[in-house]
């Protein structure tokens, strides 16, 4: 089945510790997004990518960074996660023909 | 103000009843409404799409889009208790990437 992949799906990492995430899709999506939930809050967008083009959200701190290597794999790097950190991230990917964001199971981060 | 309220819930129904969950929005410059369904510690999943007022029905699902009020309605009939989740709603435009959520109604249905 085609579909969005989240790897790893807990991820506990250290107060000031670089850390990546990753997502890849198998559905041939020209769009990519990384979101970031808190608890009981929405989704919020922090970046996405259109094929190569990256656009970043004018309120995403510098300390969150991505790379798309190729259509199908797209990585978001904490360069010095804070306990504020501490969050569900979410991959969403789109094709052209449609709106339609469909999303993988998520990360779950936790700052130590 | 938000630009997509939602009542956070919980909201708790009997097996077998009429939900309705709702959401106003704010931004008139929205085109396009989803909602989706999320379990506990699981991602979002997409469940309607609407392009323009008016409804849309799939199975038990019926979503329910009034512009001229801002307001946005998801019903579920016969609910089950698989049904039992957070529910997102979320609006855009065409042109930006942005989908703006709402906050989310926690459901919670008895068996």
């Known amino acids: 089945d085609a579909m969005v992949i989240q790897n790893p799906r807990y991820q506990v990492t250290q107060f000031g510790k670089p850390v990546t995430l990753s997502c890849s899709q198998t559905l041939n999506h020209n769009v990519m997004y990384w979101y970031q939930q808190k608890s009981s809050q929405a989704p919020k967008l922090l970046f996405h990518?259109?094929?190569?083009?990256?656009?970043n959200e004018a309120d995403t701190p510098d300390n969150f960074q991505s790379r798309r290597p190729n259509t199908s794999f797209c990585f978001l790097d904490i360069r010095s996660p804070g306990l504020g950190d501490a969050a569900m991230y979410l991959c969403?990917?789109?094709?052209?023909?449609?709106?339609?964001?469909?999303f993988g199971p998520g990360t779950r981060l936790t700052v130590t | 103000q938000k630009e997509v309220e939602q009542d956070p819930g919980p909201l708790s129904v009997p097996e077998g009843a009429i939900v309705s969950l709702n959401c106003t929005y704010s931004n008139s410059a929205f085109q396009y409404f989803m909602w989706y369904r999320q379990y506990s510690r699981k991602g979002p999943e997409l469940l309607m799409y609407t392009y323009s007022s008016g409804n849309k029905e799939d199975g038990r699902f019926t979503a329910q889009v009034d512009k001229s009020s801002k307001y946005i309605s998801l019903f579920i009939r016969d609910s089950q208790p698989s049904d039992s989740a957070t529910y997102l709603c979320?609006?855009?435009?065409?042109?930006?990437?942005?989908?703006?959520f709402g906050t989310g109604t926690r459901l919670t249905i008895i068996p």
């Open positions: 969403a990917t789109r094709g052209t023909d449609s709106y339609e964001q469909y």
């Open positions: 979320a609006g855009g435009n065409f042109g930006n990437e942005k989908l703006t």
């Open positions: 990518y259109y094929d190569k083009d990256f656009n």
